[in-house]
T-cell receptor, first 113, second 111 residues
Framework: DGGITQSPKYLFRKEGQNVTLSCEQN?????MYWYRQDPGQGLRLIYY???????QKGDIAEGYSVSREKKESFPLTVTSAQKNPTAFYLC????????????FGPGTRLTVT | RKEVEQDPGPFNVPEGATVAFNCTYS??????FFWYRQDCRKEPKLLMS???SGNEDGRFTAQLNRASQYISLLIRDSKLSDSATYLC????????????FGKGTSLLVTP
């Protein structure tokens, strides 16, 4: 089955710890994205990558980092510098950037206390 | 600032009813338009792309009005399973990579 997987589904961390969220896709898509969603809010773009070994900041990149060493994988690290890390994190992919439809993974709910 | 605006609702409709949602966007340089569906605590799923000529998929019809900068979604013969939040999504030409998401319109279909 082709699709996007994210793990874990739920993640709990103490304040001050870095945490890495996994995102893997087997759709052979070039572009991958990370969004965050807060209750009652729209999705906000954190980072995106158009191709392996390249990525760009989105609207709210501060306190986050990413890597794109393989086409299939786009992990997101939430660092201790992120002031409000508790949120629903969604990974998406598309065949290319430039307005193509994006397909989402099931998301990771991160709670930091 | 590029905005995508939706009425948050909720829209409460009886089974079998027809319901319509509108969405307005702020940037006339827009390239692509979509409706996504999001169930509670789940990921968004693509419902349909919206084309300039309008398009229909079963009970769902999407329309685009570029002159007035709005998109609509019509759901006919509502089912209980249509209950969800519907997200309006626009790609602005001058931010080629980004899909801009509205906050969503909540629909509850009741028996």
């Amino acid at each position: 089955d082709g699709g996007i997987t994210q793990s874990p589904k739920y993640l709990f961390r103490k304040e001050g710890q870095n945490v890495t969220l996994s995102c893997e896709q087997n759709l052979n898509h070039d572009a991958m994205y990370w969004y965050r969603q807060d209750p009652g809010q729209g999705l906000r773009l954190i980072y995106y990558s158009q191709i392996v070994n390249d990525f760009q900041k989105g609207d709210i990149a501060e306190g986050y980092s990413v890597s794109r060493e393989k086409k299939e994988s786009f992990p997101l690290t939430v660092t201790s510098a992120q002031k409000n890390p508790t949120a629903f994190y969604l990974c998406a992919s598309s065949s290319s950037t430039g307005g193509y439809e994006q397909y989402f993974g099931p998301g990771t709910r991160l709670t930091v206390t | 600032r590029k905005e995508v605006e939706q009425d948050p609702g909720p829209f409460n409709v009886p089974e079998g009813a027809t319901v319509a949602f509108n969405c307005t966007y702020s940037n006339s340089a827009s390239q692509s338009f979509f409706w996504y569906r999001q169930d509670c605590r789940k990921e968004p799923k693509l419902l349909m792309s919206v084309y300039s000529s309008g398009n229909e998929d079963g009970r769902f019809t999407a329309q685009l009005n570029r002159a007035s900068q709005y998109i609509s979604l019509l759901i006919r013969d509502s089912k209980l399973s249509d209950s969800a939040t519907y997200l309006c999504v626009v790609n602005f030409w001058d931010s080629g990579y980004a899909l801009n998401f509205g906050k969503g319109t909540s629909l509850l279909v009741t028996p």
